[in-house]
């Protein structure tokens, strides 16, 4: 309808995966690399993960494009079959004649192992690429892992690409499916586009249907952007409806308002930006503001009540499961008996009085994290912690984060340890904690931070530490490369931190936390 309205050769952003518009953005051309990589190597499954929209299948066909005639590709879209319907779809993809009525695994599977012999034998490669992988079945991934046993003493008679959202990682760390995942050689995971990405993806998708003036204001851009997460589909969605708008009311620019009405409609309610009252900001601001207001009541109370230090609290969260917490106050106000509890989580026992515990920590290589934060941070960390709490005074009492038990935490004090939950915790709980972890270090020097100028025993350190985390082979490395930036990436957004490609202080911690369980965290003596 607006085609004629703007100029445009033709509907600018369809969602169809039209290679016309091919916009290959700097993760898609890496994601496009791993795969080539993974495919140039001796065999085994290369694994392609994104959220839904970010451009999976667009990477694979540029992938089939890249493809010469001495491959032969059998690409399966719809994966939900059973083991056999999926040999089947594979001999019907490689165009294996068999017998259709009365087939079993094993027939078709000595139809494949046959194929794939001749095509060796031609040297002709075989590929097989399936969409939408997330889908599969566990049995049906086995008997994938034995089609690809089919092999010679140099390298595997078919390589298999599996292509699918971000649950198909889940699936693959599942015990039984183990030596499938130490079979993957290359692993890629496709994060939405930049803000700067998305701007020059709307530019080009203009520029392929004859646009050359701006359609769309900054504002506009940057609101797209927000809404649709970087994801290109959604993108698509929302520039399209947004030009309708713009059409319909006669105007030859975009503006952050259409882009808004436009969301309305094409996104649906999920997708609309929340009122300022209702963000993490303004709820952290009258949390506190609500919790000032507690602890000031809270002293008053304190001063003319006389009330005994003995605090029993009732949790009213759940009225068939009341968590009932007895705390003697007065005999945990001693930090360094919570400090020596702490230390004897590392198997350091001590009999001294402890004045600094962060020098003394050191004395047994073991560094000192000063915690701020909630409790779903500090569950994440997955330390022993000891965390300062104020009673109804305003006094410190102490006490150790030592486990959790369901949603709620488990604290050892001077008597005993008790089962706690959030509603006790935000009584007496501001978030401040002591951590002590066993940093990783070399030449007796511990290391902060990780980053492209490291040390090469650094870097090997961080792959291995990845590596055993992603359940995959260990590569040798020369440099901090491409791959390993994106194998970081993936392990910080699945542990909630802010994905960058530095290992900043909290990744270290779990990546040194994950090592205490079984890697070195010396990378030297």
Known sequence: MYTRYFGFDEIPFSIAPNPHFLYMSERHKEALAHLSYGLGETGGFVLLTGEVGTGKTTVSRCLLEELGDDTQVAFILNPALSAQELLATICDELKIRYRKTGATLKTLTDKIGQKLLKNHENNINTVLIIDEAQHLQAEVLEQLRLLTNLETNTKKLMQVILIGQPELQQLLQRQDLRQLAQRITARYHLLPLTKAEASYY????????????????????????????????????????????????????????????????????????????????????????????????????????????????????????????????????????????????????????????????????????????????????????????????????????????????????????????????????????????????????????????????????????????????????????????????????????????????PTLMQLANQASKGMPVFIDN
């Open 202 to 505: 709307i530019e080009h998708r203009l520029r392929v249907v004859g646009c050359q003036k701006q359609i769309f204001t900054l504002s506009a851009i940057a609101t797209i952007h927000q809404l649709s997460k970087g994801i290109p589909r959604l993108i698509n969605l929302l520039c399209d409806r947004a030009l309708l708008g713009a059409y319909g009311q006669g105007k030859d620019l975009v503006d952050k308002k259409m882009v808004l009405a436009a969301s309305k409609e094409a996104l649906g309610v999920e997708y609309q930006p929340l009122p300022w009252w209702r963000t993490l900001t303004a709820q952290i601001v009258f949390s506190g503001l609500i919790l000032i207001s507690f602890l000031a009541i809270g002293l008053q109370l304190g001063k003319h009540s006389g009330k005994s230090q003995q605090t029993e609290f009732e949790s009213s969260a759940e009225s068939n499961n009341q968590v009932v917490v007895t705390v003697d106050q007065q005999n945990n106000q001693d930090f360094s008996a919570s400090i020596t509890r702490l230390f004897s989580n590392w198997r350091v026992i001590l009999d001294e009085e402890i004045e600094d515990p962060c020098a003394t920590a050191e004395l047994y290589l073991l560094s000192c994290h000063w915690f701020k934060g909630n409790v779903t941070a500090l569950k994440r960390l997955g330390y022993p912690a000891s965390m300062q709490f104020l009673d109804e005074t305003g006094h410190a009492f102490y006490g150790n984060f030592v486990g959790v038990s369901d949603e709620r935490i488990i604290i050892e004090f001077t008597d005993g340890q008790q089962v706690v939950d959030s509603q006790w915790l935000e009584s007496y709980w501001q978030g401040a904690a002591l951590v002590f972890w066993q940093a990783p270090h070399i030449k007796g020097k511990f290391i902060e931070e990780i980053t492209t100028e490291s040390e090469l025993p650094v870097i090997q350190w961080l792959e291995a530490q990845l590596a055993f985390w992603q359940n995959r082979p260990v590569r040798t490395l020369s440099r901090f490369d491409q791959l390993l930036v994106n194998q970081l990436q993936q392990f910080q957004q699945s542990r909630g931190i802010m994905v960058s490609s530095v290992v900043n202080l």
